[in-house]
Nanobody, 121 residues
Framework: QVRLVESGGGLVQAGDSLRLSCAAS????????MGWYRQAPGNQRELVAS???????NYADSVEGRFTISRDNAKNTEYLQMNKLKPEDTAVYYC???????????????WGQGTQVTVSS
């Protein structure tokens, strides 16, 4: 019943900005850590950024200083603000979150469907 829905991807030029959103819906009791991953063709899926329930953030070296992860707990939503985009940022971006649903004691990791970000040079 719990799902994550992503939006905000698209085709942009190098140097442009995009803001990705990931909204969780369903029978949600609480949300723990949230994050963004990306995967380019031929590459492994890599962690881009993460944010804990307490607001502590972590970034991949390749995006540090350009990307900002945030969350709005009232909206059960996480965001990835991407500035100064580079062609090497081109990938499918996936959000994920650890979510506890009503009726379950544990938190489980959920993944969004992925959104394509393409940066042209």
């Amino acid at each position: 019943q719990v799902r994550l829905v992503e939006s905000g991807g698209g085709l942009v030029q190098a140097g442009d900005s995009l803001r990705l959103s990931c909204a969780a819906s369903g029978s949600i009791r609480d949300i723990g850590d949230m994050g963004w991953y990306r995967q380019a063709p031929g590459n492994q899926r890599e962690l881009v950024a993460s944010i804990t329930s307490g607001g502590r953030t972590n970034y991949a070296d390749s995006v540090e200083g350009r990307f900002t992860i945030s969350r709005d707990n009232a909206k059960n939503t996480e965001y990835l603000q991407m500035n100064k985009l580079k062609p090497e940022d081109t990938a499918v971006y996936y959000c994920n979150a650890a979510i506890g649903s009503w009726g379950s004691l544990a938190l489980y990791t959920y993944w969004g469907q992925g959104t394509q970000v393409t940066v042209s040079s």
